[in-house]
Structure formats: structure tokens, C-alpha cells
């Protein structure tokens, strides 16, 4: 069974950092990409970042590109997303989200992720 396990959120200040952690475990996902996505009370669930499924192609979404980076380690099947110079719009749930099995594209949209985590909550205080 495919699963999905985020850490790492909490509360911040803006300008902080924070690091966010995805364990994936029930298969390899080393030829699948994988992205954050994140929502904010009253609105749509919307992409952070995504990444191939050998780490060579990232896509930011530009509220975030420069700030934020995703990365991934396929021996550990984990990824990660740093985030720094936080903000209060950063607040949101940050879910973790991959694809299927030889679907290495770093997507851009919800509809191409197949498998999601449960979300783990970043707040960020001005």
C-alpha cells in the first residue's frame, strides 16, 4: 500500500525558515515525479513545487520560486521542500503528492498525481 507521511510543519515568523519532509513508502518512487501542493482556508489546492523522478527537472510556482526548493533522495524515498524568507501568505496544509509508476514528469497539475499524504500544517506569523 502506497503511502505517504509529511513532517516538519508548525509555526514560523515571517522571514523564517522551515524544512518540509515526505516519506514515501509501499514502493520505489524513483521513476515517478512528485510535488507540494499547498491550501489556504478558502481556497483551491494549488501546486508549490514538483520535481522529476531523477531530480534533474524542478517547477516552482512563482509565488515561491526563489524562496522555496524542492529536492529528493530516491535511496531514502523521501523529499523535501525548503522554504525560506517566509511569509504570512505562506500559510497554508502543504500536502505531498506523487505520481504514478514511470510518470517521471514534474507536473504541474493536481489531476496528474495519483497518491497524496495528509497534509501537514505551516503558519506563518507576521
Known amino acids: 500500500q502506497v503511502q505517504l507521511v509529511e513532517s516538519g510543519g508548525g509555526l514560523a515568523q515571517a522571514g523564517d525558515s522551515l524544512r518540509l519532509s515526505c516519506a514515501a513508502s509501499g514502493r520505489t518512487f524513483n521513476n515517478s515525479g512528485m510535488g507540494w501542493f499547498r491550501q489556504a482556508p478558502g481556497k483551491e489546492r494549488e501546486l508549490v513545487a514538483a520535481i522529476s523522478g531523477t531530480g534533474a527537472i524542478t517547477n516552482y510556482a512563482d509565488a515561491v520560486r526563489n524562496r522555496f526548493t524542492i529536492s529528493r533522495d530516491n535511496a531514502k524515498n523521501m523529499v523535501y521542500l525548503e522554504m ?43
Open 84 to 126: 525560506n524568507s517566509l511569509k504570512p501568505e505562506d500559510t497554508a496544509v502543504y500536502y505531498c503528492a506523487a505520481r504514478r509508476p514511470t510518470y517521471n514528469y514534474a507536473a504541474w497539475e493536481e489531476k496528474n498525481y495519483d497518491y497524496w499524504g495528509q497534509g501537514t500544517q505551516v503558519t506563518v506569523s507576521s
